[in-house]
């Protein structure tokens, strides 16, 4: 599997587009993708890294807050102008059809009965299992201020976590469990910051899962600037995992 960060920003973050991960899900020539979260200060990055809008074969959505999926008429109006053919899949939480659809007619009014590619929406609940887009998906609920589905995808026996917003709960600690690259929110180094979780909070997660690697993403920017060297010093201190802050852009292979 090959991921690479479109974005690791929270959603004011002037220099970090929203956070979004883009995952290949095959080999790397004639490589298919699916992409999680859709912030709206997404698109621009997403067309430079994946260029063909016929390789992005599903779309998650974590939640229903802007930085998450506001990019998502942006995102589909252009697959229109690209002239893209095959079916696009949607898939998130229950309303995720409802919700979705609105927000495409509210950016750009009659955009779903113009689109001439198929919208697939799917909706899942926790604990459900599904086989989607050439891999193998399954949910958890976070602890967030609105409801927020973490999501564990897996293809040849390589898995990644991808949190979505929210604080570590016994459920996405057990979704989590031994996946080769586990991507969590950590919006403050410490406290409590309402709907979040902290560095520390994502470090004793990823011990508890017995992940491999931890990326930790969505880093409030205040924190990011004026205390990075306090995270790094705090990742250093735990040598039993590999932890690191990605970039966008920057992409890891599992």
Request: net charge negative.
């Given at each position: 599997?090959?991921?690479?960060?479109?974005?690791?920003?929270?959603?004011?973050?002037?220099?970090?587009?929203?956070?979004s991960?883009?995952?290949?899900?095959?080999?790397?020539?004639?490589e298919?993708?699916?992409?999680l979260?859709c912030?709206?200060?997404?698109?621009?990055?997403?067309?430079?890294?994946?260029?063909?809008?016929d390789?992005?074969?599903?779309?998650?959505?974590?939640?229903?807050?802007?930085?998450?999926?506001f990019?998502l008429?942006a995102?589909?109006?252009?697959?229109?102008?690209?002239?893209?053919?095959?079916?696009?899949?949607?898939?998130?939480?229950?309303?995720?059809?409802?919700?979705?659809t609105?927000?495409?007619?509210?950016a750009?009014?009659?955009?779903?009965?113009?689109?001439?590619?198929?919208?697939?929406?799917?909706e899942?609940?926790p604990?459900?299992?599904?086989?989607?887009?050439?891999?193998?998906?399954?949910?958890?609920?976070?602890?967030?201020s609105?409801?927020?589905?973490?999501?564990r995808?897996?293809?040849?026996?390589?898995?990644?976590?991808?949190?979505?917003?929210?604080?570590?709960?016994?459920?996405?600690?057990?979704?989590?469990?031994?996946?080769?690259l586990?991507?969590?929110?950590?919006?403050?180094?410490?406290?409590?910051?309402?709907?979040?979780?902290?560095?520390?909070?994502?470090?004793?997660?990823?011990?508890?899962?017995?992940?491999?690697?931890l990326?930790?993403?969505?880093?409030?920017?205040?924190?990011?600037?004026?205390?990075?060297?306090?995270i790094l010093?705090?990742?250093?201190?735990?040598?039993?995992?590999?932890?690191?802050l990605?970039?966008?852009?920057?992409?890891?292979?599992?």
């Amino acid at each position: 599997m090959r991921i690479k960060f479109i974005g690791v920003g929270e959603a004011f973050d002037e220099e970090l587009p929203n956070t979004s991960i883009l995952v290949g899900t095959g080999e790397s020539v004639g490589e298919n993708f699916i992409l999680l979260d859709c912030g709206f200060t997404v698109p621009p990055f997403f067309w430079k890294n994946c260029p063909d809008p016929d390789r992005l074969e599903a779309i998650w959505i974590s939640h229903f807050h802007g930085d998450h999926f506001f990019g998502l008429p942006a995102l589909l109006a252009r697959f229109r102008q690209a002239n893209r053919k095959r079916p696009l899949l949607l898939i998130g939480q229950q309303g995720t059809t409802e919700i979705v659809t609105q927000t495409l007619g509210l950016a750009y009014p009659s955009l779903v009965q113009k689109i001439e590619y198929e919208l697939r929406f799917v909706e899942v609940e926790p604990g459900r299992e599904l086989l989607a887009a050439g891999v193998f998906w399954r949910f958890a609920l976070n602890g967030h201020s609105r409801n927020d589905l973490a999501v564990r995808v897996e293809k040849g026996g390589k898995s990644v976590f991808y949190s979505g917003d929210g604080m570590p709960t016994e459920q996405t600690v057990s979704l989590a469990s031994g996946v080769d690259l586990a991507i969590h929110e950590a919006f403050r180094i410490d406290g409590e910051p309402p709907g979040h979780a902290t560095v520390s909070q994502a470090i004793e997660f990823a011990r508890r899962a017995k992940v491999r690697r931890l990326a930790l993403i969505h880093i409030d920017r205040e924190e990011r600037k004026l205390r990075r060297d306090d995270i790094l010093r705090m990742v250093g201190a735990v040598p039993e995992l590999e932890i690191f802050l990605p970039e966008p852009g920057e992409e890891y292979r599992i």
